[in-house]
Every structure is written in C-alpha cells, then in structure tokens.
C-alpha cells in the first residue's frame, strides 16, 4: 500500500460533474507527461508527453505548467480524481522504523540541497515499512490545488519502489529494474523480497547511463554476467541505451508495458493507479 499525501479543498463547479476519468502527471523540470483514465474500466483516453524547450527551474516550472494547461485541451477537462507525481532529485527512502515525521529535513540534508522554506512531504509504503521523505514544488501544487480542488501527489521514487517491491520479488537471486524517462532514470535492486537499493540519476548521455549502472552493481557486488537486469519507460531495442547496455550486461530485457498507450511516458505509473 502506498500513502501518500492528499491536497483537500473545496471544490468549484467540478462538484457538478459526472465524469468518470482520473487524470494522472508526471512533472520533471524538463518537461510533463500525462495520461487520463476511465475511472471503472482503467482504459486509457489520452497520453502526452509535453517536453520544455529547456529543463527550468523550480521557480519557473511554474509557468511551463500553466502553458501546458493552456495549450491542452484535455487538461482542461474536469476529473473525479487527480494525481501529481514529482521526479526529482530532493528525496531520500528511510525505514518506518527510524522515520519521525518532524524531522523531515534532517533525513534530506545530508544528501540533497534545501531551503528553509522548503516544505517536506512522504510517502509510506506501509506493507514494505519504507518512507519516502522528499520537497514537492510547492507553487505548482498551489496551481492544482486551485484548477483541482483536492487532489493527491507522490514522488516518483514511492511508485517506482512499489512497484519493484511488487513485481520483482520472486526468486533468490538479485534483480535490478531500470525505469528509463529521458533525462534521468531510477534504478532499484531487490533480493528475498527485501528492497536492497533504490535511487535516481540525472543523465545526459548513453555514457552517463551506462556509467551509472555499471558502477551501481559494482558498489553491490553484482556481476553484469549473471544478473538479471529489466529495463522498462521509454526504451526499446532500437536505442543507443539498450545498445551499449547491452553490450556490457549479458542478461538484459525490456519488460512489456501494462498499458501499451503510455509505454513512452508512465507504464509504471499507469499500473499502480
């Protein structure tokens, strides 16, 4: 189960509505993606990627995503439900066990940058006693919380994780699942059903992307020639990433998405909600 945290408020005119489709996005700082869902059927209506014409910052992501919603048509729908999901590199995954939720920025300031002014959000993953600690762009979701009404956001390392934890926990060996999107990727190791690793890199090269993973499994003593490696996101065999990693990890494959339509955008995302 993930728990994450849920924007409340009161709703405008979209109380009146009967839709019957959730809208889910992704937003990273070179761009969103988003797909929207029949609510009962889980069928995909819409999927888009929508790239900036240069990665921003967190004070202007703002207007990128205001653009965004200007320009689409289907974002300006109404939805019974509505998820954000962040991806960014402000966020570190801490036991339940030695989790305080007043302490938020202490888990974080060892290993990213923040402000005073930062507000810190988690997420739990209760079955697997895992809290994702992590800095949500606060303007943007002041944006949704005034479009939306109410709605709920995670950081993109809690649906990553989870879905580690639930589709790769079988077998006695190590497992890696690599979650390509463009810029950056999420790496995550699982072995008896125990989380052994899990992080995010931003990358702007094949070699970036290889460097990471090869030195990753090195650092946990596993070796390219007999691990098992599951690449999925927007990656197929035809890209110079599965070519040059495939040139160094002898058992690689790209694991199928669940929902064809979004498989360049968020197939894990779409399988969780």
């Known amino acids: 189960m993930v728990t994450g945290l849920r924007v409340m408020g009161l709703m405008t005119s979209q109380d ?7 809208l889910s996005i992704q937003i990273h700082l070179d761009g969103l993606s988003f797909f929207t869902q029949n609510i009962h059927s889980k069928e995909v209506i819409d999927a888009q990627i929508i790239a900036f014409s240069t990665q921003v910052n967190p ?6 995503v205001q653009n965004a919603f200007k320009d689409s048509l289907v974002l300006s729908q109404n939805f019974d ?3 954000v999901v962040y991806s960014n590199e402000l966020f570190t995954v801490v036991p339940s066990a030695l989790f305080d939720p007043t302490k938020g920025a202490d888990y974080l300031k060892f290993n990213t940058k923040i ?3 930062d507000h810190i959000a988690h997420d739990s993953i209760d079955f697997y006693d895992i809290v ?33 934890l639930g589709k790769f926990t079988s077998g006695e060996d190590p497992q890696v699942l690599i979650n390509l999107q463009g810029s950056y990727f999420e790496m995550g190791v699982v ?29 946990l003593e596993l070796s390219s020639e007999t ?46 909600l």
Request: aromatic share 16%; net charge neutral; glycine share 2%.
């Open 16 to 22: 009146n509505t009967n839709s019957l489709y959730s």
């Open 59 to 64: 004070a202007t992501l703002l207007t990128e």
């Open 81 to 83: 439900k509505v998820t």
């Open 115 to 117: 402000l005073s002014t």
């Open 132 to 164: 994702t600690v992590y800095v949500p762009y606060t303007n943007v979701n002041n944006f949704f919380f005034d479009t939306f009404g109410s709605f709920d956001y995670y950081h993109s390392t809690t649906i990553f994780t989870k879905y580690l």
């Open 191 to 219: 072995q008896h059903k125990k989380l052994l690793f899990v992080n995010r890199f931003e990358i702007r090269s094949k070699e970036d992307f290889i460097y990471y993973v090869l030195f990753t499994m090195e650092q």
């Open 227 to 272: 691990t098992a490696v599951v690449l999925t996101g927007s990656i197929t065999k035809e890209d110079a990433y599965y070519k040059i990693a495939h040139t160094y990890i002898r058992h690689l494959t790209i694991a199928d998405a669940e929902h064809s339509q979004i498989q360049q955008a968020q197939a894990i995302l779409g399988s969780l």
